[in-house]
DNA sequence: TTGTATGCGTTATCAG
DNA sequence: CTGATAACGCATACAA
């Protein structure tokens, strides 16, 4: 750091211009003569010129940073979900500061403290231990993802849309007996609306149905170990039925799918079986499975639209004091592949 | 944005006291008397102050971002090197700015010059595009994670140690002919040592053995299909043999093992399969593989160690002009699963 | 222990 | 089309 960074200042000097015209050059080009664009230009690569955007921001107030909160990457879901919004770069050059928390609502308030000291203009919340109601009270542009969302905008999945098209198909390929594998999903939740349409649809078709929703656990084999006992629970329960098992993620599914197989040496016809979520796993599982894929690049673009319009109402002279809360449901789609029919 | 923020000349009036001592408040606390401290602490909530950490930036140079340049997310390595380094917020309160890059070098430069514009202090590249040379041109402190690094710093996994794991393994194991099966990776990246340590610890103990280095492809399901032909061509040439099998990473050997499950509806004593990565496919697939656990919490912390301290060493009055990289090698772990006896 | 004056690098306002 | 000057919010000599 010998030499200090060259500035606006030693542009001007060099050139003769008054540093508001080196601005210029900047900012408004055309205001400029070309000629005078030249010599600038000239003078910058020459004295090797380099922006400083956080003297830029301090004078005009447009940070374009954005803040991500994300509970984890390890889910295919959330790190999917982070490369299409820095893919979003490319579109709106906001650039994005990314925490992760999952370790409570202390931990992430003082990530969004460090956020706003940061001047963030907007934030994206993927994680689930504040309140929407609590985020609301930030009074800063702001998108949930996936989450309870009750006082912010959000973008999710068409969950309800999603387990339709799986249960519909479970009974299109005549099913017996039609089984969801979950979490006890909170009712607030968007996920939840996985629970109710597979219900509904069940209902509504006349076919029987079991809720298998006591999945819990902190590690891979905790939950395999569950899931188990769940399979077995099924086997025996309904040995000459046609089982159509719709599981809540596709990591259960592949733990489903290869507890069948460890018994049958293949996937028998009384046995079908749709994930959820379309992650890699499920296309290299033993026997690709059929799942519904989240169109987690059109949730993304849609989350970031949602919050430049925010952020770009926060911006005019008279800004609409808080706009009412948008909640977006992108429709996933069915990926067909060879756990069923 | 109506009310402008509060700002030290706001908090200054309200108490009587002047900016400089707002300022020390926060930096140098133990200078002014208790009752002051409280006085300030109080104005500083009842006025709802806000910090403006960019304005302190400006003011003192250290803007606490890191910058991280990360090829993609879809690969676990990444996404859980990403995860790791983000968890350093703790320690070091670095703040991280991410970009993700595969798109070529001069997207790669443009990103670099983005980063530098916010005025970053470091920054770590996991990406392949710029080569190390270039990278050390623009004189910041840096380290590459797992990729070429002649003239910058670096953390690696210990490659050969690892490949010399498995290898030894697959010999103790009684294998009678080990294969490799990998891409042609280029001498100069630190995963070529897999193949050498394979090579090296099969010509020492006198084992015959194969390389089978021209996998390629975009896809899963691409590469699926040539893994088919190395399995079917294994499969065949050595029908009597007890096959080692060491595959360079447990996407690849996932594949491998399916196919021999596919065939034989078993893994039968004469595979043994061994992966590279511990990725959770190598947990969740149909037999757990047996793998190399690349120690990726140490590797990240090892990264923000060597950062850290070139980064400090730029703070001091006399720093250090431009110290000679370092590098370092992690040892990664044998995860013995189900693939080997 | 506290205050004054100045600087960090850029943009905005108002003149010309 | 171009310039002077005052912000932006905070930190740091240097004084007191």
Chains 1, 2 share one sequence.
Do not use: W
Request: proline share 4%; charged share 25%; aromatic share 10%.
């Amino acid at each position: 750091m010998g030499k200090k960074q060259v500035t606006f200042a030693d542009i001007a000097e060099y050139t003769h211009f008054s540093k508001t015209t080196i601005s210029r050059y900047f900012n408004h080009p055309d205001s400029l003569t070309l000629e005078n664009q030249e010599k600038i230009s000239r003078a910058l690569d020459e004295l090797g010129y380099k922006k400083n955007k956080l003297a830029k921001v301090l004078a005009n107030g447009k940070s374009e940073f954005v803040g991500i909160i994300v509970p984890n990457l390890y889910l295919h879901y959330y790190s999917e979900m982070l490369t299409q919004l820095l893919a979003t770069y490319a579109n709106y050059h906001y650039k994005f500061l990314v925490f992760m928390s999952d370790k409570g609502a202390a931990e992430e308030e003082n990530y969004i403290d460090e956020l706003l000291a940061y001047q963030i203009e907007g934030l994206i919340v993927l994680s689930h231990t504040l309140s929407s109601e609590k985020l609301a009270s930030y009074h800063i542009p702001i998108v949930a993802i996936e989450r309870e969302s009750m006082h912010i905008s959000s973008v999710t999945s068409d969950n309800y849309m999603g387990a339709l098209q799986a249960t519909s198909l479970l009974i299109r390929d005549k099913c017996d007996i039609l089984i969801h594998i979950n979490v006890d999903v909170p009712k607030y939740v968007p996920a939840y609306d996985r629970i109710r349409a597979f219900e509904d649809t069940c209902t509504e078709h006349n076919i029987p149905y079991e809720l298998s929703l006591n999945v819990s656990g902190d590690s891979y084999n905790d939950l395999f170990s569950q899931m188990k006992v769940i399979f077995n629970n099924i086997d025996e329960k309904y040995p000459d039925k046609k089982k159509g098992v719709f599981l809540a993620n596709d990591t259960y599914a592949n733990m489903f799918l290869n507890l069948v197989i460890q018994k049958y040496g293949c996937l028998p016809d009384s046995y079908e079986i749709v994930g959820f979520d379309n992650s890699p796993i499920a296309n290299e599982a033993i026997i690709p499975i059929t799942t519904i894929g989240q169109q987690i690049d059109v949730i993304a673009r849609t989350a970031m639209d949602l919050l430049v319009k925010q952020m770009e109402n926060r911006k005019q002279r008279k800004p609409e004091p808080d706009l009412a809360p948008t909640h977006k449901k992108i429709a996933p789609v069915l990926i067909r592949r060879e756990t069923t029919s």
